[in-house]
Nanobody, 119 residues
């Protein structure tokens, strides 16, 4: 069974950091671009970041640029999202995703993990 298994997330104070992980199970992530999305209450799901198959190209939403870093470790079949200088407006459910290419349709979704930024 093909799955994306997420870990990380939780409650953090403003200005704090968290790292999200997403590991492929049943398939190899090497052949895919990998992305992170988020959905806040009452809002549509939005793209946060994406990394190309080679890892040589990344992109970020303007709202997280300079604070979030996406990376991948193909040996571990895992993609990461390092989130620093977190703000209350970053509060959302975060989802990892697999695409054939960044900006393309999503082929698989992770189960989602809650990130709450609050004092």
């Amino acid at each position: 069974q093909l799955q994306l298994v997420q870990s990380g997330g939780g409650l953090v104070q403003p200005g704090g950091s968290l790292r999200l992980s997403c590991t492929g199970s049943g398939f190899t992530l090497d052949y895919y671009a990998l992305g992170w999305f988020r959905q806040a209450p009452g809002k549509e799901r939005e793209g946060v970041s994406c990394i190309s198959r080679s890892g040589g190209s990344t992109n970020y939403a303007n709202s997280v640029k300079g604070r979030f870093t996406i990376s991948r470790d193909n040996a571990k079949n895992t993609v990461y999202l390092q989130m620093d200088s977190l703000k209350p407006e970053d509060t959302a459910v975060y989802y990892c995703a697999v695409h054939s290419y960044c900006s393309g349709p999503v082929d698989y979704w992770g189960q989602g993990t809650q990130v709450t930024v609050s004092s």
